[in-house]
């Protein structure tokens, strides 16, 4: 049933419950899918992270080898 709250009208009843629910239940499994792509994101980000740190020393000497020359 339609409610008039000032000049807004809200539309209530089962309808209005069940797309509440499915809303609930999209916007739940988006936030899931977020948290495991974070998830995923860092430890990326950690391996990347260690493989530059072991082969900065490399890259350090690479760099000294051509302002060198």
Partial sequence: MPE???????????????FS??????LNGQW???QTFSAQTAVLHDGFM??????SPV?????RTLLDC
């Fill in 32 to 34: 899931l899918g977020y």
């Fill in 4 to 18: 008039t709250a000032g000049a807004t009208t809200c539309v209530t009843g089962p309808a209005t419950d069940e």
């Fill in 50 to 55: 260690t493989a530059l740190n072991a082969s």
């Fill in 21 to 26: 629910a499915h809303l609930a239940e999209i």
């Fill in 59 to 63: 890259i350090n000497a690479a760099i």
